[in-house]
């Protein structure tokens, strides 16, 4: 059982490195002064979810998911 804690234990960590990264590297959704005049409503971001960007905001959703269960199972004491 030791091992696996370890294997566990490394893969949090892990996941936790990659979310931090991913989340500092995403842009903030505020769009500033450009939502006042509705210039914010662009062709651009209402397909946001078909972008790169997109793709990273899916994979830190899941990621977080990751994390929030690998939390629950490494404290759970086994």
Avoid: H, P
């Avoid at 899916?58 to 404290?75: C, D, G, Q, S, Y």
């Amino acid at each position: 059982m030791a091992i696996l804690r370890i294997i566990l234990t490394v893969i949090f960590i892990l996941i936790c490195i990659v979310l931090t990264v991913l989340v500092l590297a995403q842009q903030g959704k505020d769009e500033g002064l450009g939502s006042i005049g509705g210039i914010g409503n662009t062709y651009w971001s209402q397909n946001k979810s078909r972008s790169m960007e997109g793709n990273i905001v899916k994979i830190t959703k899941w990621l977080a998911a990751a994390f929030i269960v690998f939390a629950v199972v490494l404290n759970l004491g086994f």
